[in-house]
């Protein structure tokens, strides 16, 4: 761990201790240990790197001005779903429900992340058309992602990583008004109190609704 700490940071550090953690669980279930010692490894303290910054609407307009181009697509349906790249990269075209205009998110990193995205009337020929096209995302790992996203990201002169689509997103909704449940429906984070989402045609109407707004 003294290694690692010369040459990783705090996410590399913490992930090896939980496997550390989970070696020794082993280990003690089968009697090949007593204690636990992964608990007393210290690492660095999370430090904040870079500061997250939402796309400003200026930024926004001149993404509609090079819509035509397949990436920056994806760069406006990551802003309007406020989709997680690791969601945005698993859909399939039966995920896409146009007629319903949501997107049925069935696999995602937390519970609250399993639901419906609303689609915007904006980003719904996107959509249909790679629907047709029995594509989604064109790129099939987050690296071949990345790679298109840092091209595209140079070439119209901004500085944005894909998860600021989601902080995009959830500041757009705020700004024109849209109530917090809503927000965290749309986003996928848990609500107090709420263990499933139940999802009516009030309810779609209602997310429909609030990003049609932007």
């Not at 399939?92 to 998110?105: F, H, L, M, N, S």
């Not at 995602?108 to 915007?120: C, E, L």
Request: glycine share 4%; with cysteine; hydrophobic share 35%.
């Amino acid at each position: 761990m003294d290694d690692v700490r010369k040459v990783a940071g705090y996410s590399t550090q913490k992930k090896c201790r939980v496997l550390m953690s989970q070696l020794y669980q082993f280990a003690i279930k089968r009697e090949m240990a007593t204690t636990d010692y992964s608990r007393y490894v210290e690492i660095d303290r999370h430090r904040v790197v870079y500061k997250k910054r939402p796309f400003t609407v200026r930024e926004i307009n001149r993404l509609w001005k090079h819509s035509n181009d397949e990436t920056v697509q994806d760069v406006l349906i990551l802003i309007y779903t406020g989709l997680r790249i690791g969601e945005y990269l698993a859909l399939r075209p039966q995920d896409i429900k146009i007629r319903e205009r949501y997107i049925d998110i069935r696999h995602s990193k937390t519970q609250a992340g399993v639901r419906r995205v609303p689609i915007s009337k904006r980003i719904l020929p996107f959509l249909a058309m790679r629907k047709r096209n029995r594509q989604i995302c064109p790129a099939d790992t987050y690296d071949a992602f990345r790679r298109r996203w840092d091209r595209t990201m140079k070439r119209l002169s901004m500085h944005h990583t894909p998860h600021e689509c989601r902080h995009t997103l959830a500041s757009l909704l705020d700004s024109a008004g849209v109530n917090d449940t809503v927000i965290k429906m749309i986003l996928g984070h848990a609500r107090r109190g709420v263990t499933k989402a139940v999802y009516t045609h009030k309810t779609l109407h209602e997310l429909r609704k609030a990003v049609d707004i932007l």
